[in-house]
Structure formats: structure tokens, C-alpha cells
């Protein structure tokens, strides 16, 4: 069995989930029978790492310094193993903006400039530009930009756990929710606002080698009306659906099962066109029409309130198998 530091905490704003998803991955590991080795981001990590000289890395940092590749290019540096993607990948992953620019790129490079992922369109706007440079004056050009106009999505461009993401049906709404999302981030991306069904699916793998994981269906209870912070971190505020209920996708059991399955081959599409390596999860509405992706999570939560270790168990697996194969690949 390996030696793991498991890398968990840090100073984002996703802390506590990184904390909470950490103790679970630390439990799995041992019950796997691995010796766990739990690590926070201090300033003795680099100097606790050569001395404990750990076989393999697993990463449960959420947030910057987690995902964006910081701790990916220092594990790079000093040639440690560790699962999941390398810092090339988070570097692009990290930026939502990326994503239909990745799928394009993708799409050529295999040869089918179709696909079956879409993506809401939006803008970027960078922190600089809408308080040092006058952006905040042009928002009335914001409705143009946008296909259908409002409601529209504000949002953090990079980051997760939902944080800083605001529904806005007005011009009025829209300068706070901006202001709010540049409290998390240095930039925000406003999109078109999509309903549907909220879908997440978790894949395990790499490359073509990959496989979807079953769908979960999140139903939010929350006062915001989609899966948003408080929704995550509340368990009465949600519901889970693994796999997705196929009455959600059509009155048609043949249909919605054909829905499912381009649910699944869009997700993996996303995956593929990231290069996301061992495990990941892309989140993503079904509009009735499309798989409409937004995100993807390259250090999927493992939290008990979280979306990977739901379809864990709806696969038949359980937390420890899943870990123990990631590991083991590189010990």
C-alpha cells in the first residue's frame, strides 16, 4: 500500500468545502489500507513533503492555489506524483471563458466540428476594465450582447462552489451582482441565463479510456432557485437524483433515455476536449433541446453533500475503490 499526503484546506474561499472533502478522502484511503498523510498549504508543505517524501499526492484543495495549477506546477517541481490533472490542464479548466474556445479547438483536432456539447454564450469582463476603465458605464450595452437578453448569469470567471453567482433579470440588478462577483474573482462572465434540468456527471478516466459516471439531477430548494452556495453546504435546501430521473428529460422512456445518453457523450466531449486526466466533473443544464455545459471541475468535491460521491454509489462503487485505483496507478 502507498504513502498519501492529502492535500486539503488552504486559503480560498472554498476552505471549509476543501477541509470537509479532505476527512473523507483521508478515511476512504485508510479504510483502502494506504498510510494517509493529511497536509494544509502552509509554508512548511514544501519542507513537510521532502521529509515525509509521500508516494503519491492526492489533491483535495478546492479553489485557487487547487485548481487553477499553482499546486499542480509545485508537484510538477518537485517531481511528486499526484492525481489528477497537470497544471497545463487546470491552467485552461480554471477559466470558464475557455470553454468554447477548448471545444472548438477540440472539435477540429478529431474532426467533428459538430459536437454535442453547447455552452451559454456570454462576456468577459475583467476587474480593471469595469472599475478603472469605465465598463460599469457601458452595462446598458449588456442586453445586445447577450442572446434574449435577460435574465441573465453573473458570474465569478474562475472558482467554484457556486460562490458570487447571481440570476439577473434587469439593468438595475445587474452592477451589483457584477460588483459581488469581483469580490470572489479578478473577472466575471455574464452569460445567458438557461432553465432546465441541473445535471451533474462525474467521469473517471482519461482520454478515451474515460467513462461517465451516472448522471446526478440536483433539485435546489434554495431562495435563489438553482444550486447555489447556500444550496451546497445545506442538505435540506437540495435534492439529489442519481441516476437522473428520466421522466425529468421526457415523457418518453425510449426519448428520455436517448436524452441520457447525449447527457453523457457531452460531458465526456467536455472531458476529452480539457484533456482532464483520472477524474473530473462537468456541470451542465439540459435545456430540452441541448446539453447546455458550464463548468469544469477538475477537484470534484467529496464531500457527504457532494455530487461525486453520489454517483459513486449509484455506479455500484464506493468512495475507497475509486480512491484506491487513483492512487494505486502511481505508486
Request: proline share 5%; hydrophobic share 45%; net charge negative.
Amino acid at each position: 500500500m502507498a504513502k498519501v499526503a492529502v492535500l486539503m484546506g488552504g486559503a480560498s474561499f472554498e476552505r471549509e468545502f476543501s477541509l470537509n472533502s479532505g476527512k473523507n478522502i483521508c478515511a476512504a484511503l485508510e479504510e483502502a489500507g494506504h498510510r494517509v498523510v493529511p497536509l494544509d498549504t502552509t509554508a512548511s508543505l514544501v519542507p513537510t513533503l521532502r521529509s515525509e517524501r509521500p508516494d503519491v499526492v492526492y489533491n483535495a484543495l478546492h479553489g485557487k492555489n487547487g485548481e487553477d495549477g499553482t499546486i499542480q506546477s509545485l508537484l510538477e517541481f518537485l517531481d511528486i506524483p499526484f492525481v489528477g490533472s497537470p497544471a497545463s490542464v487546470c491552467h485552461r479548466s480554471w477559466n470558464k471563458d475557455a470553454l468554447h474556445s477548448s471545444l472548438i479547438k477540440y472539435r477540429q483536432l478529431i474532426g467533428e466540428p459538430d459536437g454535442v456539447a453547447s455552452w451559454p454564450p456570454g462576456v468577459y469582463i475583467a476587474r480593471a476594465a469595469f472599475k478603472d476603465m469605465g465598463a460599469a458605464t457601458a452595462l446598458d450595452l449588456m442586453e445586445s450582447r447577450i442572446p434574449g437578453g435577460y435574465p441573465m448569469c453573473v458570474k465569478p470567471a474562475h472558482g467554484g462552489s457556486a460562490l458570487g453567482i447571481h440570476r439577473v433579470d434587469s439593468q438595475e440588478e445587474l452592477g451589483e451582482a457584477i460588483l459581488d462577483a469581483l469580490s470572489y474573482d479578478d473577472a466575471v462572465n455574464i452569460e445567458q441565463w438557461v432553465d432546465g434540468v441541473e445535471l451533474s456527471v462525474a467521469i473517471l478516466g482519461t482520454g478515451w479510456d474515460a467513462h461517465a459516471l451516472p448522471p446526478v439531477e440536483i433539485v435546489s430548494r434554495s431562495a435563489a432557485g438553482f444550486f447555489d452556495a447556500e444550496a451546497r453546504t445545506d442538505a435540506t435546501l437540495v435534492d439529489f437524483h442519481c441516476p437522473v430521473r428520466l421522466a425529468s428529460l421526457s415523457e418518453d422512456e425510449e426519448e428520455a433515455q436517448a436524452i441520457r445518453a447525449e447527457i453523457e457523450r457531452a460531458a465526456l466531449e467536455v472531458y476529452r476536449a480539457y484533456s482532464v486526466v483520472d477524474l473530473g466533473r462537468i456541470d451542465m443544464i439540459w435545456d430540452g433541446g441541448a446539453a447546455r455545459c458550464f463548468e469544469v471541475d477538475i477537484s470534484p468535491g467529496m464531500t457527504d453533500h457532494s455530487l461525486f460521491p453520489a454517483a459513486i454509489e449509484a455506479a455500484g462503487l464506493t468512495l475507497s475503490q475509486v480512491l484506491d485505483e487513483l492512487v494505486s496507478q502511481y505508486a
